[in-house]
Structure formats: structure tokens, C-alpha cells
């Protein structure tokens, strides 16, 4: 029997302190703490945030499609990212795939 993470694969780092990945990634407290992540950006409407007691979250709850206004959301999400660096942290942004909305969230954050 498959084993969904065998299709999934595992997040991509894109920068020492920023990760992209699917809600399934986020959805695994086990690998979420074995790349030192200390808090979640859920680019999703209908994802949960699995672990609020153990991470810092900042919902972005817009939808997966082609006229949902996420630009009016990376101010936000630049201050949460920055917030969480400067405090030493690592974020994971996810979306329900993994890879338009959140791809598009880390995108606006300036290296």
C-alpha cells in the first residue's frame, strides 16, 4: 500500500528561516519540529491549525481560485515573518497544495 508521503515529498526551504509546504506537511507535528519550525502562516479557508497550543499561527484564510485578493494579506504576513526571524524562529507557509497561495505569500517577503 502507497503511502501518501511517499507523493507529498517534504517542504522546501527557502531561505534558512522560511519553509514551503502542503496542509499535510502541516498536519505533521513530528516534521514540523524536526525543522526547528516555531510558527505556521495557513494561506487556506478551510485548512485547521492542528497544533495552536504548541505553534504561533497567522491565518490567511482566503480561497484556492483565481479571484481571491491575496495581495491585501502580505503586509501581515511580511510582519509575521519578520516577527518570527528576529525572534529566531523558522515559519512554514502553507496552503491546502502547497503551491500557488502560499508560493505566492513567501514570494513577498524581501531576503
Known amino acids: 500500500m502507497l503511502d501518501i ?4 515529498g517534504g517542504p522546501v526551504e527557502i ?10 506537511h502541516a498536519s ?3 516534521m514540523l519540529d524536526a525543522l526547528g519550525i516555531t510558527a ?7 485548512c485547521p491549525n492542528h ?3 504548541h505553534y504561533q499561527y497567522k491565518s490567511i ?4 481560485n483565481h479571484k481571491a485578493d ?17 525572534a529566531g524562529g523558522r515559519v512554514f507557509v502553507h496552503c491546502q497544495a502547497g503551491i500557488s497561495c502560499s508560493a505566492t505569500i513567501h514570494q513577498t517577503h524581501p531576503t
Not at 484564510?61 to 484556492?64: G, R
Not at 491575496?70 to 528576529?86: G, L, M, Q, T, V
Open 28 to 30: 505533521r507535528k513530528d
Open 5 to 8: 508521503s511517499e507523493l507529498q
Open 40 to 46: 505556521l502562516i495557513n494561506v487556506s479557508a478551510n
Open 61 to 64: 484564510p482566503v480561497e484556492d
Open 70 to 86: 491575496i495581495s491585501s494579506w502580505f503586509n501581515e504576513a511580511i510582519d509575521f515573518i519578520d516577527s518570527i526571524k528576529n
Open 15 to 24: 531561505l534558512p528561516f522560511l519553509y514551503l509546504g502542503s496542509a499535510y
Open 51 to 53: 497544533f495552536e497550543g
